[in-house]
């Protein structure tokens, strides 16, 4: 039995509830989204035009709670260690399943979360601050607005990591090869640039020191879609909560060949 | 006033219904897809799952005629030189325009296509059997099936071009990096291995001979979305007739920030 798959049954049978940071290393987690078929062509379409935010790595359609090609056997309903239900724009309530309300026209959408380009950003020798800290990463929206569609639309939300100028470069080239994950950074350097205001102040996630000789970095993030989301009032629409990720059976090296097989 | 601009000027005003190939060259040509607004959940589904034959460049919602990304002003009911119109699975007529046709929930996809990596793949010292025959490149049908999304199945077609085991290596790296027009091949070698009976008889486009020494190299191909679309029986849904492409005015070294950038 494979780390991700003791994970997921644990979480199903109640016996795990925490945040899945650190857990199963190694395979990939991802960020889901659960919205009505009325809904969902306007959130397919809304991932299609803002790939870097909401990278996505399968949909299951209508009927379905089986991501088949992530974790063959899983259920979206029950198999994450805690979930955000929003009525109309709003966090109603959290639970540790959803299967009791779950509906024959929800689709689910799992994208992919940078928990995945922390591995390979420590294997190219670089320091990850919060890491170092102990903390969330710092999280912060932006001034530049992401394509809409549909009902969708709101601002950018970035995550930063501080770097010295060099160590920037090295981090633009390991999170490049990895589109699946956010890729390359958006922004580095000056925060008001990008509409950011106070690094001390994020507005999600805690803040992190910048040593002398170093910039912050930005990467585009994947509480993007929940901004989205809000702002649409759905009556109705179901998230992971932040940092109880959907823990998959595809390993982190394999992600660069989800999209680009044919088998 | 940019190449593709006058070559969409001119088929919109009725001077240029010919092939596209060669035609403002250095500008990404696309293949379209035109569906209605209650199949487009499917189809784009389907786009999302099979990203090797159907990398989407740019989706334009009901109610809308313009490529706003690829080509600012451009009008997808007009600016093509001929168009193929489907109704109940079968092709019922060509035309060079389609706007008498056009309806409000019309939902229009445009896919990247293997004329985009023709140049790369000389620049980097490498003949194209097709172009040095004058032909159009060979085109299988697989027994490789793509994965289904709602009404949408069918098998994966496939070009083809010859190469030595040497140079195969290049095109593989080459195309590799351009995943929004189809990326690396899926399969080189042994036809028979994908269901390929008789690299004589391709099911689209002309044969090529394949020479002492070289192997065939197989890429996923546009026109699998065209075999999926006439599986689907749909009571209406127009594409480009082959060949007859959208020219943007993307330029093919910014494809791969198409879906990369934020702004």
Known sequence: MLASQELRAAVRAGRFDKPTSGQAPGFVQANLVIVPQANAFDFLLYCQRNQKPCPLLEVVEAGGVEAKRLAPGSDLSRDLPRYRVFRDGKMAEEATEVSALWRRDFVSFLLGCSFSFEKPLMDAGLEIRNMTCGTNVPMYRTNIPTRPAGVFSGPLVVSMRPFTPEQAIRATLVTGRLPEVHGAPIHQGDPAAIGIRDLGAPEYGDPVPV?????????????????????????????????????????????????????
Chains 1, 2 share one sequence.
């Open 211 to 263: 040593r002398e000789g170093e910039i912050p970095v930005f990467w585009a993030c994947g509480v993007t879609p929940q901004e989205a989301l809000l702002r649409a009032k759905l009556p109705l629409a179901i998230t992971h909560s932040p940092g109880h990720m959907f823990v998959s059976d595809v390993r982190e090296e394999h992600l660069p060949f989800l999209h680009y097989s044919v088998r």
